[in-house]
């Protein structure tokens, strides 16, 4: 096979959007913000406000922005991923969220308890720690986001590239159902459940860390749907 002949450019347009994509993963732009408006990003770019126009529209299909009559342009999500499950409204029930987690969740437990390595155990204890500091203080968002390191803690700890990646391509998602369920107080079955996940991990107890890692996600759906139990 000869790979002789023309070699094509990239599209000016393709450019553009992959140049808008890096700023979304970088963190650049963040999720939930608007992005400059089309006059200054061509101007910045040096293109044309129809080639900046165009760039939009096909971030805006994927899912990573979200364009606002009148408000402007704003970055829904920083993955592909994340961007079909919220354009398409997939992650619209947090029923089905919690039990997309528990099955994530429960399989990289096992896999954690069946090689429990020092550093991720020691990683986790300190996750838990930083967690009941949070809770004290009384500091919502970061709690919140504590807890989710927590959780995907569990995932890295499995050993597992691969379910690690799926876990953070879908991390925005199950990051807001944290969100949606955390409180502060917060149900004792539920900080007691997140020490018994680390406790079995521990004990290299594969079935015990896989069913404590289920009973969690069955608490907190339990406390989403009757928060006044809480006590």
């Known amino acids: ?34 992005i400059p408006g089309e006059n200054q990003l061509a101007t910045e770019l040096g293109v044309s406000r129809g080639t900046v126009r165009e ?11 979200e364009p606002r009559v009148g408000d402007g342009t704003y970055v829904r999500a920083t993955n592909e991923i994340s961007g079909v499950l919220v354009r398409d409204e997939l992650s619209a029930s947090l029923t089905h969220v919690l ?14 308890a069946q090689h429990p390595d ?9 996750i838990l720690d930083a967690r009941a500091a949070a809770l004290v203080a009384g500091d919502f968002e970061a709690f919140v ?41 917060e149900d004792h079955r539920i900080l007691d459940a997140h020490v018994v996940v680390l406790e079995a ?13 289920y009973a969690l996600i069955e608490t907190i759906k339990q406390e989403a749907k009757d928060p006044a139990s809480s006590t």
């Open 118 to 126: 020092p550093d991720s155990l020691a990683a986790l204890s300190a």
């Open 99 to 112: 039990d997309a987690r528990a099955g994530i969740e429960a399989a990289a437990a096992r896999l954690a």
């Open 201 to 213: 991990i521990r004990a290299g107890d594969p079935e015990a860390a896989s069913q404590a890692s």
């Open 55 to 65: 760039a939009l529209r096909s971030l805006s299909l994927t899912g990573l922005l």
């Open 1 to 34: 096979m000869s790979l002789e002949g023309p070699v094509r450019q990239v599209p000016l347009v393709l450019q553009v959007s992959e140049r808008f994509r890096a700023q979304i993963e970088s963190g650049a732009w963040p999720r939930g913000s608007r």
């Open 145 to 185: 986001a504590v807890d989710a390191d927590f959780h995907r803690g569990v995932v890295a700890a499995s050993g597992n590239p691969l379910l690690l990646r799926l876990y953070d391509a879908i991390a925005e998602v199950l990051t807001e159902s944290i969100h949606q369920t955390a409180t502060i107080p």
